[in-house]
């Protein structure tokens, strides 16, 4: 036998597995939509029932993040489900077990599932929506961000003065056009609803370290 023909034996016999079935590729994901956080200029710092509402509906990545599954795994074998809950029916997620979600990564680790954080600054210049999906281990597996500016506008300054007046002839009316320069007014920088459907569609971008199927394991060896 050859020196080329023993290391392709050789490295076959390293990385020989048993087939893997359709149960195998099986792999249940539940994700855990967290609370906004909201950071202000000065600070502070709150939560947004709105935006909580908002984020919630967005959030729904399940088809997303099942083909990006696939993509990591075998897309045509890959089965799985991807079950996404918020702070009105966690306790209804089949691994529930209570805790405090003031800290919903380490809940997720107890509780095992995956938990989308999000932290939203506002200030006076610009507001940022950062989303960041962690993983049963607590291991951040994905990520996404937008930035809002505000804008400047400039109202036009002007009024028209009208004078009566009463001539030998009969009255009159006069016009006085004054005009200033224009006034700069600053407009706050806003987070709209389509800038959280965009985050919510970049943090669908899971790593491949999310994905815990033999074919996902068997993939990360060969190529470490």
Same mark, same amino acid.
């Given at each position: 036998?050859?020196? +080329? ?25 539940? @994700? ?7 950071? #202000?200029?000065?600070?502070? #710092?709150?939560? /947004?029932?709105?935006?909580?509402? +908002? ?17 990591? =795994? ?30 919903? @990564? /380490? ?7 995956? #938990?989308?954080? #999000? ?7 610009? =507001? ?12 951040? @597996? ?67 370290? /999310?994905?815990? /199927? ?11």
């Amino acid at each position: 036998m050859t020196i +080329l023909m023993m290391f392709w034996a050789l490295f076959a016999s390293a990385y020989a597995q048993e087939p893997v079935t359709e149960n195998d590729e099986y792999q249940l994901v539940q @994700i855990y939509v967290d609370i906004s956080e909201i950071i #202000t200029a000065d600070g502070s #710092t709150g939560t /947004s029932a709105p935006l909580n509402v +908002l984020i919630s509906h967005n959030a729904q990545l399940s088809y997303q993040i099942k083909n990006r599954l696939q993509y990591w =795994s075998n897309p045509d074998r890959w089965r799985g489900e991807v079950n996404v809950y918020d702070w009105q029916n966690v306790k209804h997620m089949p691994t529930f077990k209570n805790c405090d979600y003031g800290d919903a @990564i /380490s809940c997720g680790v107890k509780n095992k599932h995956w #938990t989308l954080r #999000t932290v939203v600054y506002v200030g006076d210049k610009f =507001s940022t929506i950062t989303m960041k999906m962690y993983d049963d281990t607590g291991k951040q @597996i994905a990520k996404g961000s937008h930035t809002a500016w505000g804008t400047i506008r400039w109202k036009p300054r002007w009024k028209i003065t009208k004078i009566k007046e009463q001539g030998p002839f009969g009255g009159g009316t006069k016009e006085i056009f004054e005009m200033w320069p224009p006034e700069m007014q600053e407009l706050p920088p806003l987070i709209k609803p389509r800038h959280i459907r965009q985050v919510c569609y970049s943090v669908s971008e899971i790593n491949q370290r /999310s994905c815990r /199927s033999p074919q996902c394991e068997y993939n990360r060896n060969i190529w470490k």
